[in-house]
């Protein structure tokens, strides 16, 4: 039982230690703000849960420069039309392909792309892409950080949105509603 309990300490943190030392993108190097990266090996989002760390691609999906504003009450986040472009243009199974949240290259959450095709439920937060556009007050390139798919009901947890350093770091790039 003992050495059991040994193999599985050492396996947690062998897996931590990545995490610790690697964060969003290779290591805290601050000044980025918020971001959101693709996991490195497309890592499904059911798998998630299971991970002690991630492993994000080298450079963000979406990052500060791509962001109009972002409205702190409903996460809705205005883009640019590049990025909002990347975002409709994304090939997303219907399993959803995982993203982290990050702030200066640190993790704060994850979620899941996802697709409006897809019949699955999602215990998640979701970003809407391939095509799935939202239009408030006449603007289209808009995105919702919302919680589950199809509706919030199918989420429960806390809710990392409201993270305050991403505020923080909203607020300090001039972004924030």
């Known amino acids: 039982m ?3 309990k040994l193999i599985a300490a050492s396996l947690v943190l062998l897996l931590a230690v990545p995490f610790l030392f690697g964060g969003c993108g290779g290591g805290d190097k601050g000044g980025e703000g918020f971001a959101i990266y693709l996991t490195k090996t497309n890592i499904p ?8 760390h991630l492993e994000t691609a080298n ?3 979406l990052y500060g420069g791509d962001i109009v504003s972002y ?14 472009n990347r975002i409709n243009h994304m090939i997303v199974p219907t399993s959803g392909t995982s993203f982290i949240v990050c702030v200066d290259k640190n993790p704060i959450y994850w979620g899941a792309f996802w697709t409006p095709s897809s019949s699955q439920s999602f215990d998640g937060v979701v970003i809407m892409a391939g095509n799935a556009p939202m239009n408030v007050q006449g603007v289209t390139n808009l995105i919702q950080i919302k919680l589950g798919y199809p509706g919030g009901s199918f989420y429960s947890g806390n809710d990392p949105r409201s993270n ?4 923080t770091a909203l607020e300090k790039a001039g972004k924030l509603k």
């Open 2 to 4: 003992m050495k059991q």
């Open 164 to 167: 305050p350093v991403i505020k």
């Open 71 to 84: 409205d702190w009450s409903t996460h809705i986040i205005e883009l640019t039309q590049g990025a909002f």
């Open 45 to 52: 989002p059911a798998s998630m849960l299971m991970l002690s």
């Open 59 to 61: 450079l963000p999906f």
